[in-house]
């Protein structure tokens, strides 16, 4: 699923939410068991992971949580 605006997201956030999502407030919980699939998602969507940047819409922040994983030593990604 892509989104062309921000509020796109929110809005289906808001739906997975039970329209609870709150992005000043966020329910932590209902992420829960997610973060994982996020992660892998985020990184087959990476087309070019060795570039700094993204080359498409996306970010790399699932290289943030790989490193946290590992100081933590539990696989995330």
Known sequence: MQFSKCIEFENELKGGAGGSYNKSNLNIALFKGKVTKACQNA???????????????????????????????????
Request: aromatic share 6%.
């Open 43 to 77: 990184k087959a969507a990476d087309i070019h992971p060795e570039d700094r940047w993204p080359q498409t819409v996306g970010t790399h922040v699932y290289r943030v949580v790989e490193s946290i994983a590992r100081i933590e030593k539990q696989v995330v990604c």
